[in-house]
């Protein structure tokens, strides 16, 4: 028994004691995971509900602006970064003498358990991982059982951007019984899905991205009349937002509404 | 008549070539069946509602800068002188920015056209001030550079302090001008104004051909110079105004047309203008259809070919004029 408690405790002790994360998603996989007081900041993007669907939790802690001088004057002994976090920040953090733990993008939602498991070893609390794995693998079970029918679907962002199968959002429309559209016209990941060629696809339904305040020309896309004259495309407004952008548990919310949505459109037909 | 009938013809075969021009390859007769269908399928939305607008705003903001530029070139009798350079669009582009950063063309559709034209407005009466009637091209060219670049900083200094993170990108936008997947809705936006700038351009001919021969002999003819500049910046600003605020600011189709149609018409001012109109609406649909060949999914902006064709033009020009411009 003793020998166990000294055993546990020498892991502890040998956790990052000063967490900082520099990357919306890892802000999210650390705070899901973080013993009380590991985590010391994270990036200023958490902090807004429009990007981050743990606004309230990560207001708890001071936000950085993902700076190399600022993140330094942190004193961390572990940096969270995401793969495409920039490469300055990143060598002039290691030059520093700070450990940098990089975590890339889910690009499926089998992804989802691997980043846990990343994340909880990086920070000592692989039990914890291993149970939100189990649940999460269980709840995505439970949600993604075969449809009779799958319907047509199209996902579409600002400036004609389309997700095709194999990406986090391709995968999530995949797992809750749709068929992609984007991939009839040969996008595979993430890409440029042309108006003309989206409303010659005449999809069931097309599901849009948008929640940001402000005017911008790149959405006007998302409002172009031509989409609302297509006869039986049912237009699914803004259903694709920060449930859908980073690979953690939260992610199957967004599977949970496109089931209802698949439902909605098979009562429609 | 015969330069007339050829231009028209152009901008026919044109408008044919863009409306069968798009991403997917459709056989011409698909096409033209598509476009006059009432049945509601997927081609004839295409045909009906994107590349209809796309066509016929080609035609409409090239035949608004072609005869604006012939306009501003026969009354500052300086060929230099073109919406796009002399900041007018650079100063319309701020004016729609602004509309659309503010939530009042949300509001009020009608706001962005309006403040576009408003904005130009501004830009061509100081234009005309600092250049004096006779346009003297180095003054003209030099508060051009000037009053382009304030609007052009203005215009990215709002749309980097927008929410919106896309917003700063279409700087991009304003700059060069585009006409992807625009609607009907811009098409109804822009073109009254455009017609009311037609129209006040249009009726400058007689009173341009007599200050050919000098203001004293064109107010010996009984053309009234306060009228004639009053028309020229309400003409110039509701065409570059409203071209503006719905494709952004497409630069140079000024500039080229009338100087390419000049021998064509003899020189003479009245005629240029309908011919430049002609012109520039078949140089504007001639270089939305390049950029949909070139780059079919990649929304390549206009102003990269316009300024591919007209900047080395500039310089000759330049090159041409340069004793003059001490």
Same mark, same amino acid.
């Given at each position: 028994m003793a020998a166990l408690l000294v055993s546990a405790a020498l892991v502890l002790a040998d956790a990052p004691q000063r967490v900082v994360s520099i990357n919306l998603c890892t802000d999210q996989l650390a705070l899901?995971?973080?013993?009380?007081?590991?985590?010391?900041?994270? /990036?200023?993007?958490?902090?807004?509900? /429009?990007?981050?669907?743990? #606004?309230?939790? =990560?207001?708890?802690?001071?936000?950085?602006?993902?700076? =190399?001088?600022?993140?330094?004057?942190?004193?961390?002994?572990?940096?969270?970064?995401? /793969?495409? /976090?920039?490469?300055?920040?990143?060598?002039?953090?290691?030059?520093?003498?700070?450990?940098?733990?990089?975590?890339?993008? =889910?690009r499926a939602l089998s992804d989802v358990p691997d980043r846990l498991a990343q994340m909880g070893e990086a920070l000592g609390r692989e039990a914890e991982a291993t149970a939100m794995i189990d649940s999460f693998n269980a709840d995505l079970a439970a949600l993604s059982a075969a449809p009779a029918q799958r319907p047509r679907a199209a996902l579409t962002y600002v400036n004609n951007y389309s997700s095709g199968r194999h990406s986090l959002? #391709?995968?999530?429309?995949?797992?809750?019984?749709?068929?992609?559209? =984007?991939?009839?016209?040969?996008? #595979?990941?993430? #890409?440029?899905?042309?108006?003309?060629?989206?409303?010659?696809?005449?999809?069931?339904?097309?599901?849009?991205?948008?929640?940001?305040?402000?005017?911008?020309?790149?959405?006007?896309?998302l409002d172009h009349p031509a989409l609302s004259s297509l006869k039986g495309t049912y237009l699914a407004g803004e259903l694709t937002d920060r449930d859908w952008v980073c690979g953690t548990p939260t992610v199957l919310n967004a599977v949970r509404t496109m089931v209802d949505l698949r439902r909605d459109v098979e009562a429609r037909q | 008549m015969k330069l007339t009938a050829f231009l028209i013809c152009l901008c026919l075969v044109l408008f044919v070539i863009s409306l069968v021009t798009g991403t997917t390859p459709v056989s011409v007769w698909h096409s033209f069946a598509s476009l006059f269908a009432t049945d509601g399928s997927p081609m004839s939305v295409v045909m009906q509602q994107i590349r209809l607008p796309r066509a016929l705003l080609a035609v409409m903001i090239g035949a608004?800068?072609?005869?604006?530029?012939?306009?501003?070139?026969?009354?500052?009798?300086?060929?230099?002188?073109?919406?796009?350079?002399? %900041?007018?669009?650079?100063?319309? %582009? &701020?004016?729609?920015?602004?509309?659309?950063?503010?939530?009042?063309?949300a509001a009020f559709a009608l706001a962005l056209? +309006?403040?576009? &034209?408003?904005?130009?407005?501004?830009?061509?009466?100081?234009?005309?001030?600092?250049?004096?009637?006779?346009?003297?091209?180095?003054?003209?060219?030099l508060a051009g550079i000037a009053i382009s670049a304030l609007a052009s900083a203005f215009t990215s200094l709002v749309l980097n302090l927008s929410p919106n993170p896309f917003a700063a990108a279409e700087i991009v936008f304003w700059m060069l001008g585009s006409l992807a997947d625009r609607s009907f809705a811009h098409v109804w936006l822009a073109l009254p104004f455009m017609a009311v700038g037609w129209l006040l351009l249009g009726s400058l001919g007689r009173?341009?051909?007599?200050?050919?021969? %000098?203001?004293?002999?064109?107010?010996?003819?009984?053309?009234?110079?306060?009228?004639?500049?009053?028309?020229?910046?309400?003409?110039?600003?509701?065409?570059?105004?409203?071209?503006?605020?719905?494709?952004?600011?497409?630069?140079?189709?000024?500039?080229?047309?009338?100087?390419?149609?000049?021998?064509?018409?003899?020189?003479?001012?009245?005629?240029? +203008?309908?011919?430049?109109?002609?012109?520039?609406?078949?140089?504007?649909?001639?270089?939305?259809?390049?950029?949909?060949?070139? +780059?079919?999914?990649?929304?390549?902006?206009l102003g990269v070919l316009m300024a591919l064709v007209g900047a080395p033009l500039f310089l000759h020009l330049i090159y041409k004029t340069r004793g003059t411009l001490q």
């Open positions: 899901l995971l973080a013993a009380p007081g590991q985590l010391v900041s994270v /990036t200023r993007l958490s902090h807004e509900d /429009t990007d981050s669907v743990m #606004g309230d939790q =990560a207001r708890a802690l001071p936000a950085n602006g993902s700076g =190399a001088e600022e993140v330094y004057l942190l004193k961390p002994d572990l940096v969270l970064a995401g /793969t495409f /976090t920039s490469m300055a920040t990143i060598s002039m953090l290691r030059n520093l003498g700070i450990e940098v733990v990089q975590f890339a993008p =889910a959002a #391709g995968d999530v429309l995949f797992a809750a019984g749709f068929d992609n559209v =984007a991939e009839e016209a040969g996008l #595979g990941s993430v #890409g440029v899905l042309p108006l003309e060629q989206l409303v010659l696809l005449a999809p069931d339904v097309i599901i849009q991205g948008r929640n940001y305040p402000g005017a911008a020309r790149a959405e006007d896309n | 608004s800068l072609g005869v604006s530029g012939a306009a501003m070139q026969g009354y500052l009798r300086n060929p230099l002188a073109e919406p796009g350079l002399i %900041g007018v669009s650079a100063a319309a %582009g &701020l004016g729609a920015v602004l509309a659309l950063q503010t939530g009042l063309a056209p +309006l403040s576009a &034209l408003l904005a130009a407005l501004i830009a061509v009466a100081m234009i005309l001030t600092l250049a004096g009637p006779r346009g003297a091209a180095l003054t003209l060219i009173g341009l051909d007599a200050l050919t021969l %000098g203001e004293d002999a064109a107010a010996a003819m009984g053309v009234r110079l306060s009228g004639l500049r009053l028309a020229l910046v309400i003409g110039t600003a509701a065409c570059v105004g409203a071209g503006t605020a719905v494709a952004g600011s497409i630069g140079f189709v000024g500039l080229v047309v009338p100087h390419v149609l000049r021998p064509f018409v003899g020189g003479q001012p009245s005629r240029l +203008l309908w011919a430049s109109a002609l012109g520039g609406a078949a140089m504007v649909l001639a270089a939305d259809i390049a950029v949909r060949v070139a +780059l079919p999914d990649r929304d390549l902006k």
